[in-house]
């Protein structure tokens, strides 16, 4: 997900009494902002970077299967979406907001920097009718084949379309035909090594707790209440933003695995250490600026330094209590999705999906219900507008959040990963996102403000209507790209950049309304904890979206798939089946949305 701004009122009336004229500025901005807009973008530049790497790294250096490494990662994503409320609680309560995101711009170099230190790559076996056999792996003209090593033979492995695997002899024919569930791959990895990766991924989760929320907070004391410069302000900010996503998706996947066939980069170390040296240059333009950001983010009024401290040492206790939820979640048992009551679907979640989901469905009906009782009518209509959305927002998000795990994987096995004619790797498949952003950002806010001076601007629930709808619509465009492979079994790059122009016209229909309707919709006495709500909600789409991401698991060797048909069909299977239901459900919300906007009484 790029992130997008997130805008306020654009009626609301110039009750600034700064005049722009009398201070030092940025293109019309303080120019502190230009000091935070660097800041944003290289803390962006890290996260991103770090983001391309992680599911291709967990796959193809720990070679977990598709469904651990699938699993890790939503779980990691949504711990990054849900650790900024305690960070934005703390910093507003007792840090202040600069020396939260100095903390967390720190605690998130650190883990960047413990990421490089991967140790040798995992060992690939397979254990086949309960005897494990060595894996050896072999490249000739660019292409890489497993062997069963058997002893003085070698055997390749070739997976069959109807599941069984085929174990192949020098003369190509098969020696041995293994039966469909006889044949399971995994690698022999350190567990050193996988504990200092974990590590790594709790103290990014922590340290962006801290940064994500505070930064922002920054930029808003720029500017004085009513001052109309905020909105172009954070506009500015978010475009920093996404330029560092845009940079780091591309140039840190280009050092750690090179350019496919042409070099082979400088290792995984090369593109994580990349993304620690852009988090390091955040950590700089704060730490020394000069004192041009004295006045802003300062510690609140009466708390005493020597707590800052504490704070510090009780947030790392973080660390070691997510890397108790990262273990839960790979030792799991697969879900059985749609056994039983949702009672018990949610009891058989790992701990960080019971926490989350758990937390989620509680607090939804438990704020309605508290709404009803305690609020007026209208109030009551306009918070359970905001639970509607919130929850079709959960939807959006998990399909959307396919970007840095499914999709990225079948980038790697099966896409024509060449641009005009010049290779790229699958990580950088994931700057299509941020580029679209970055280009269609701008055109799509001048027609809403066009459309909105005609009176003729969409409400929120068809926005995000629509948005269900092009997440959807974004995924048939793909599996109907891949009606057209050859006998190689890989789409063309422009039928998965399509998908992602698609999604990111999607992404902008909803993500920069998401933060302005809640806060809006909300009773002013518990608007702080709606924010909350709206937060817990993505992060519970991130957890969901490695769930989506586990069904789509291919049967991997060696981290390389045996059958590149059966991986297109399974991607394809499960991509028309979460198509079907997005537009489903954005064709209901459309239906909803007369309703839900008599609910929201003129909010816009």
């Not at 193809?60 to 711990?79: I, K, V």
């Not at 939804?364 to 507008?385: C, D, H, K, N, Y």
Request: proline content about 4%; charged content about 10%.
């Amino acid at each position: 997900m790029v992130d997008t701004p997130t805008a306020d009122n654009r009626a609301e009336p110039d009750i600034s009494h700064v005049n722009p004229a009398d201070e030092k500025t940025w293109f019309g901005h303080p120019r502190q902002l230009a000091r935070l807009f660097t800041t944003e973008m290289w803390e962006r530049f890290g996260y991103y970077g770090m983001r391309a790497l992680l599911t291709l790294y967990l796959t193809q250096h720990f070679l977990f299967g598709d469904r651990a490494a699938t699993g890790l990662y939503g779980g990691y994503t949504a711990l990054v979406y849900l650790t900024p409320l305690v960070g934005g609680y703390l910093a507003d309560q007792y840090l202040g907001s600069k020396r939260a995101v100095k903390f967390g711009a720190i605690l998130m170099a650190l883990g960047y920097f413990t990421l490089c230190f991967g140790g040798e790559a995992a060992k690939p076996y397979a254990t086949i009718d309960g005897q494990r056999y060595e894996v050896s792996v072999e490249r000739a003209n660019g292409v890489e084949t497993r062997y069963i090593v058997d002893g003085a033979a070698k055997l390749a492995i070739k997976g069959n379309d109807d599941g069984t695997v085929a174990l192949l002899g020098a003369d190509g024919q098969p020696a041995r035909t293994i039966a469909k569930g006889g044949f399971a791959s995994d690698g022999a990895r350190s567990p050193f090594y996988t504990t200092l990766m974990l590590i790594a991924l709790c103290m990014v989760s922590v340290g962006n707790g801290f940064f994500k929320p505070n930064i922002s907070t920054m930029v808003g004391e720029l500017y004085a209440q009513g001052d109309r410069r905020r909105d172009s302000g954070f506009t500015i900010f978010y475009m920093g933003l996404n330029l560092g996503s845009l940079l780091s998706q591309f140039l840190c996947p280009l050092l750690a695995v090179g350019i496919p066939g042409v070099w082979d980069g400088l290792g995984w170390w090369a593109g994580f250490g990349l993304a620690a040296v852009g988090m390091l240059l955040s950590w700089v333009l704060v730490q020394f600026d000069g004192g041009r950001l004295n006045g802003y983010g300062e510690q609140p009024a009466g708390q005493p330094a020597n707590r800052t401290l504490g704070i510090y040492a009780a947030a790392l206790i973080g660390i070691p209590l997510f890397y108790l939820l990262f273990v839960n979640l790979m030792n799991s048992a697969e879900s059985t999705a749609g056994a039983g009551s949702m009672v018990a679907y949610v009891l058989a979640l790992p701990l960080m999906g019971k926490l989350l989901f758990g937390t989620f469905i509680i607090a939804v009906p438990g704020i309605l219900i508290w709404s009803f009782v305690s609020g007026s009518r209208t109030e009551f209509q306009m918070m359970l507008a905001a639970m509607v959305l919130i929850t079709f927002n959960v939807v959006f998000w998990t399909l959307f959040e396919q970007a840095g795990s499914s999709l990225t994987l079948f980038a790697d096995r099966n896409t024509d990963l060449h641009v005009f004619g010049y290779p790229i790797s699958a990580g950088q498949t994931q700057t299509f996102n941020a580029l679209f952003i970055v280009l269609f950002a701008p055109i799509m806010a001048a027609m809403w403000t066009k459309l909105a001076a005609a009176g003729r601007e969409p409400s929120i629930p068809v926005k995000f209507g629509l948005a269900l709808m092009g997440v959807g619509a974004g995924f048939l465009f793909l599996v109907w790209g891949s009606s057209f492979v050859g006998p190689d079994f890989k789409v063309g790059i422009w039928w998965l950049a399509g998908l992602y122009l698609i999604h990111s016209l999607a992404e902008l229909c909803i993500s920069p309304v998401g933060l302005s309707m809640i806060t809006k919709l909300s009773i002013a006495r518990i608007v702080g904890l709606m924010m909350g709500v709206w937060f817990l909600s993505i992060s519970v789409a991130q957890y969901f979206a490695g769930m989506i991401a586990q069904v789509a698991s291919v049967e991997t060797v060696g981290g390389q798939v045996t059958n590149l048909k059966v991986s297109l069909d399974t991607y394809n299977g499960v991509f028309t089946l979460i198509a079907e239901w997005a537009i489903g459900l954005g064709i209901v919300l459309l239906l909803l949305s007369w309703p839900l906007k008599k609910w929201m009484h003129g909010v816009k």
